[in-house]
Structure formats: C-alpha cells, structure tokens
C-alpha cells in the first residue's frame, strides 16, 4: 500500500529541500553570535517550521512554540551542555517552551540539577512538560516536584488554556505512552474542535490523537535514531512505527506531529549523522475546506561540518 500524500510530502521536506540564505524564521543573527550555539559537543541543529493549524485563531498567528526533548542529563550529557541548550533557547525568544520528556537518563542525583538549569528557560507564556519513560523508571514524582519548583508546569493527563489576543488555545499533555498515558483524561473538559496542541514524550500517541482530531503532537523519543549509517540506516528505533514517526515533520490524518531528534544521547555517548536538534515552531491559522496548504521549514545547524542550511517548501 502507498503512504498518504502527507508522507510523500515529508519525505520530499527531508531530503530534497535545496540550500537557500533566507534565515529569517531563526533570527540567525541572534543565535550566530552565541557561545553556546558552539560550546554545545557534536553539533547542533535549529529547525524554524510553520505549521498551519485548522481551527487556530487570528490570535496565535505568529506563536512560537520551541521544543526541548530528551535531554538525558547524566554522564554524557553534562550540565554545562544542558546550560548551552537554554542559552540558545532563551535568545530565540519563543513565546512558548514545551519541553517533552527524558529529562535524565538512569540517576536520582541527576534530577535537581538537570530541573534548575532548566528554570533559567523563558517565555512569554512560560514553560510546560511532560514526563518520558526514563523520567518514570527514575522517578516521576520527584521530578514533577523540581521542575514545578521552577515555574515549569507539567502536565500529567491534564491540559491548560492559553488565551492571547482575545484567541483561545488547549495545551494538552499525557504521561509516557508505557507509563499511564490517559489522553481522555488530559482532553476531559476541553470543546469539541477547540484548536489544540498534544505534549506527548512517544510519537505512537499520535493514532490516538488523530482520532479525535487533534491539531497538533509534539513529541520525541526517537532521538531520530542517534546514530545514522551510510546505506544501513537509523541504529535506534527500527520497528515500523518507528521509522515512520522518527525525527520531523509528518502527518496522519488531520493531525500533524513534529517528533524532534533531541538532545541527549543514551547507550552510546554519542550521535552520528543525527545532530541535536531544537525546533522551533511557527503557528499559522489554516481553514477548514481550503484547498490546500504549504509546509515551510528553515534548518540552521551549527558546529556540524557535513551538513548544511536548507529552507524548503512543500504544497500538500
Ligand atoms: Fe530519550
């Protein structure tokens, strides 16, 4: 059977999208001149995506949206490489910092610390969580506890309201997938076709999402795989589901999700041909019944030698 139009979509977005100079979703200027972009070991990748939302208000045109995922604080992801990432995040100014689970890898002690770098992260309308898998076997409850004491909120099969501009947007997020996910619950009390965006730290929530019309999944997990071989491909994550939702952009059904590649590492202290990445995600109001729309995305990576910027536009 053929993938869905979206699919091709996202493929012709990941491998074919040509090197152009327009970085203007980025504000390269700000994070070009920043240490930290260089401090961080191995390289770092930006990605500025649009993502045009069905049923999102005149009031969120323009919201930006940056994504932390799978930090892995531990050994090889030490504090001042924790410290970089929120430096950069910071002089992106977003409006918005979501951050999607696995903030440590194996260790209790790693999780004071690892949440009150983290508090140094700002946003207009703050910073919000979920808990990954990692988090759980380590110890979900504590790191609720240190991270709230932050300021950052995290929702365990809850939701919040954003309001802007008189516009309202749900903020919804679940527990890991194998760690009491309830997307019910999260959902409970929010209108029908109220415009609404899911935190879920496993991309495999997005089936439950698309089902009940879900705009938008932010997730992570994957790493994008890690460690990335000429011809033989991705180490990590090989099932199908996983290779079909591993790093980017994509889209079943009506729903989007963007599955970033992260910033830590786990197993092997170590990322080949897969940077770290930090999205950026632009919203943009899309009507229902148009004909169609257009993906919009902008990659600037830094301390990377073999990879370079691309902008690319895909109708879909
Ligand atoms: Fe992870």
Redesign the pocket.
């Known amino acids: 059977m053929s993938p869905p139009l979206g699919r091709w979509a996202a493929l012709r977005n990941r491998y074919l999208a040509r090197p152009r100079t327009n970085y203007r979703l980025i504000h390269s200027e700000s994070v070009r001149d920043c240490d930290a972009v260089h401090r961080f070991r191995g390289g770092l990748g930006i990605t500025a995506q649009r993502i045009w939302l069905s049923d999102l208000s005149e009031g969120f045109r323009g919201f930006r949206i940056l994504q932390l ?2 930090i ?1 604080h531990s050994l090889f992801v030490p504090l001042d490489q924790v410290a970089a990432v929120v430096e950069v995040s910071n002089r992106l100014k977003p409006d918005l910092v979501a951050l999607t ?2 903030f440590v890898s194996y260790s209790r002690s790693s999780i004071e610390p690892v949440a009150e770098i983290l508090g140094g992260l700002r946003a207009r309308a703050g910073v919000v969580a979920v808990l ?3 988090d759980f076997r380590v110890g979900a409850d504590a790191l609720e506890r240190a991270l709230r004491r932050r300021r950052i909120q995290v929702l365990r099969n809850r939701h919040r309201l954003l309001q802007r501009r008189g516009a309202r947007l749900y903020l919804a997020g679940v527990d890991d997938y194998g760690y009491g996910a309830d997307l019910g619950e999260a959902m409970r009390g929010i209108p029908e076709d109220s415009p609404t965006i899911l935190l879920a730290h496993n991309p495999r929530l997005v089936t439950a999402a698309a089902c009940r019309g879900i705009g938008l999944v932010l997730a ?2 994957t ?1 994008g795989g890690q460690v990335n071989l000429p011809l033989l491909g991705t180490v990590y994550g090989r099932s199908p589901e996983k290779m079909r939702f591993k790093m980017g952009w994509d889209r079943l059904g009506c729903t989007q999700i963007y599955v970033s590649r ?1 910033i ?1 590492t ?1 197993v092997l202290p170590l990322r080949w041909r897969c940077p770290a990445e930090v999205p950026l995600l632009e919203l943009q109001p899309h009507q229902r019944g148009e004909s169609s729309s257009s993906l919009y995305f902008v990659q600037r990576s830094y301390g990377i030698p073999w990879t370079t910027s691309t902008l690319g536009i895909a109708a879909d």
Request: net charge negative; glycine share 36%; charged share 15%.
């Open positions: 995922s799978d892995h689970g696995d990954g898998n990692h992570g997990h790493h992260g830590g786990i």
